[in-house]
């Protein structure tokens, strides 16, 4: 993949996803793809503290988003909306990893579930689907190898 | 083919596999070599030609 100073062209970064951390795939017609985490803090300010905000450190929220074009085929190489649509409604453990495919660069990786899944259908405009996984326990960020 | 075991976790692009300390799997010799350079894994059996 193109690297110039430690940036990325975002079309190397893919998201793989699976039902086991050794059996990930590729989202089919990936667009884009979205990882967030929110610490959530807990203000521990009072009249006492004046002016200045006290935190303490709470819980830590992550997500992925991923949109993608509608691809129903199944049983491909890629993972594709019968197999999203699946993991959804089971609530399955979804292993994932985010990033680049080549070596000595990184991935974010974890586990979690589908927390939405959308598709969407518009004249004259390719169909979509959208999903969010919120992600349980911690994530990683390792290198590829 | 090598057995090997991770000693470090990484994401393995052979395969997109992510590997935890202590997974194990096989691999040839040269991608055990590798690894091993890198400090990913160890080797835990070498397989002989009784394995075969």
């Known amino acids: ?145 | 083919m090598i057995t090997i075991e991770c000693i470090k976790e990484f994401h393995d692009i052979q395969d997109g596999a992510i590997r935890s300390i202590g997974d194990t799997w096989s691999a040839s010799e040269a991608r055990t070599k590798e690894l091993e350079d890198k400090g990913f894994v160890k080797t835990t059996k070498k397989e002989s030609k009784t394995d075969k």
Do not use: C, H
């Open chain 1, 1 to 145: 993949m193109a690297q110039k100073l430690n940036k990325f062209n975002g079309t190397g970064w893919r998201l793989k996803i699976g039902t086991a951390a050794n059996a990930l795939k590729l989202i089919t017609d990936e667009m884009s793809v979205e990882y967030g985490e929110t610490p959530n803090m807990i203000d521990t300010g009072s009249k006492d503290d004046g002016a200045d905000d006290t935190f303490i450190l709470a819980s830590v929220s992550r997500t992925i988003k991923l949109s993608a074009q509608l691809d129903t085929s199944t049983g491909e190489t890629k993972a594709a909306f019968g197999d999203l649509k699946g993991y959804s409604g089971a609530g399955t453990a979804v292993y994932f990893s985010i990033g680049s495919a080549s070596v000595g660069e990184m991935v974010i990786a974890g586990q979690g579930k589908i927390s939405s899944l959308n598709v969407k259908a518009t004249r004259n405009e390719i169909a979509t689907i959208d999903f969010e996984i919120r992600v349980s326990g911690s994530t990683t960020y390792l290198a590829n190898a």
